[in-house]
């Protein structure tokens, strides 16, 4: 829709209208840039104004919107849930209501509140918070598992690969043991991929797996997210190959 107030004529290029910072007295460069980029991020605009927590909602929802994630009435388990954008959009999608919480998220950072939404605060690698997941579920299997978790970089990529790549692990550990036949996992991953042997075990596990870039995941971010499908509840078939999507 045109804005009546600027009206069709003369109207600037979205590239003149992109806000610019001056570097403030004690702000870095770097930090300059990261405002700017914020400000000028239409995701960042539409999370606003759609009232999510983060632009990170708009990736589990266009996952979602691709492989038809989240169904009416589901339970699912949030992994690393703050600021708490992908529980907001999961308790949305299923229904979810204070009454009848379907959805459980997990953070060691503090989270405001969220409608329908049973929030832990609770390191995930920590030994008893799959029991107390669990517990919080009502004893209760999941249908959806998903897991945003990632470690601060160190920089020294082999080490950072291997942080991910167990908090996959620990994660897929989980929605296995916890998943109703037929469920979904959904992982984020960096640039690299998986490793073949936490690939292969998921394959044994899943119907289907899938390497996905949502759009609003930023083109010079190095992260993915890996989306297994079709949980079997038990290890009978022989695994699939890798699909791409």
Known sequence: MVDKALGTGGRKSDKDLKIRLKTAKGRTTSSTKWLQRQLNDPYVARARAEGYRSRAAFKIKEIDEKHKLFKKGQRVVDLGAAPGGWSQVAARAVGS???????????????????????????????????????????????????????????????????????????????IQVLNPNGSFVAKVFQGGTEHELLHMLKRHFRSTYHVKPPASRKDSAEAYLVAKGFKGEVDAAPRGDDEG
């Open 97 to 175: 209501t204070a009454e009848n919480p379907l959805v459980v998220g997990i953070d060691y950072l503090d989270m405001d509140p969220i409608a329908g939404v049973v929030l832990l605060k609770k390191d995930f690698t920590e030994e008893d918070a799959p029991d107390m997941l669990f517990a919080a579920m009502g004893g209760k299997k999941a249908d959806v598992v998903i897991s945003d978790m990632a470690w601060p970089t160190t920089g020294h990529r082999p080490t950072d690969h291997l942080r991910i790549v167990h908090l996959i692990e620990i994660a897929a550990d989980f929605a």
